[in-house]
């Protein structure tokens, strides 16, 4: 199934890490826009690890939900759903991700992907400096920016690259410099980001180093510092940034399960990532950057597990888990495999005959 991969990447990973996933029936997700790929790994269903990987031109943004996920690429947010009933499986998988749903945004650069309590899609639409709901009106209909950004304009003038929900609402935002010039967060990289609460509009925290992937999770405000290397959490009453572990990379993508966050790490790859505090923490550390995906756990920030990945994929975006699968597998737009899948919803052509005849 899918296509020819000219680019291979390799995936290597700590001896207890399928172990860990099986304990908590969960799989790992994670995305590489440079490469253009969304990898799903689970622990498999006969004990050995089984990996699924599609071509998606430029994927970035993803959100797990309890049967399916939300992907943002180029051009488009796609919604996947599971085709199989509960409890089924097929060809060896008991997932099936099957495309359900595109809304065309454009080439607007979507960074992140919320559903909140009220069903709405909203999107970190970072060219355009806002978050926005697709609701089909438009590419994109505004919903929040930033009270520094004075109009919504075709300019990457803060990068607005992320945001998270609290009881069901768009909460806090993260980013780069409080810019309202087009480009003019990148002079701000290394000590310019901002965390803000959408709600007020008010500064949470600031002086960080590209502040990346805010998510609540137990009451908690964590980021990825991916300028620094350092995870950790916002302390919202003092707004300071509290830091719980370091990473040789450039951070982006942080989920949870439980007491564990799932970390994604890059390779710094052009300028955009040079001249930031993340230089000297590998040159003091006498380590290389890594491109992989890190399970830590939240009560000592200790590594328990790890994905490395070498070859054609040195950068991810963003890491989901995802529940209820061991081995879960992701319907493409490539090849034949989007023809083959078919699934059938619910059957009401019975009922409309039985109304039709009395």
Known sequence: MGVPDDNPFHVTYSGNLGAWMTHFNVSL???T??????????????????????????????RATETGLY?????????????????????????????????????????????DKNGRLLVAVTLYNCLAELDGRGSFSPVWRP????????????????FCLEEGEAAYATVIGASNVEAGWR?????GGLVIDIRSDQVVAEGLAMPHTPRMHRGE???LEAGSGWFGRIDRQAGTF?????????????????DHAVIGLSKPRNKIFSGLPLDEELRRRGRDPECAVYVVRLSDGEVCHA???????????????????????????????????????PDRSASIRSHAAE
């Not at 009270?147 to 992320?162: M, Q």
Request: negative net charge.
């Open 187 to 191: 002079d701000m990289r290394a000590d």
């Open 33 to 62: 826009y440079t490469a253009g790929k969304v990898v799903l790994i689970g622990p498999g269903l006969a004990g050995n690890i089984a990996v699924s990987e599609r071509n998606f031109g430029h994927a970035m943004a993803l």
């Open 29 to 31: 997700a994670f995305t």
């Open 71 to 115: 992907l943002s690429t180029k051009h488009q947010v796609w919604r996947f759903e599971n085709g199989l009933e509960a409890g089924c499986q097929l060809d060896g998988w008991d997932r099936v991700y099957m495309p359900r749903r595109c809304d065309v945004t454009g080439a607007v650069d979507v960074h992140d992907i919320h559903i």
């Open 147 to 162: 009270a520094f950004i004075s109009e919504i304009a075709n300019e990457d003038r803060c990068h607005f690259n992320g």
């Open 221 to 223: 405000l964590y980021i």
């Open 242 to 258: 509290e830091r719980l572990a370091w990473f040789p990379g450039f951070l982006r993508g942080l989920s949870f399960h439980g």
């Open 307 to 345: 994905l490395s990945i070498t070859g054609s994929v040195e950068e991810l975006y963003d890491t989901v888990v995802l529940p209820g699968t061991r081995q879960p597998m992701l319907i493409g737009l490539e090849g034949s495999e989007i023809g083959k899948y078919v699934a059938i919803g």
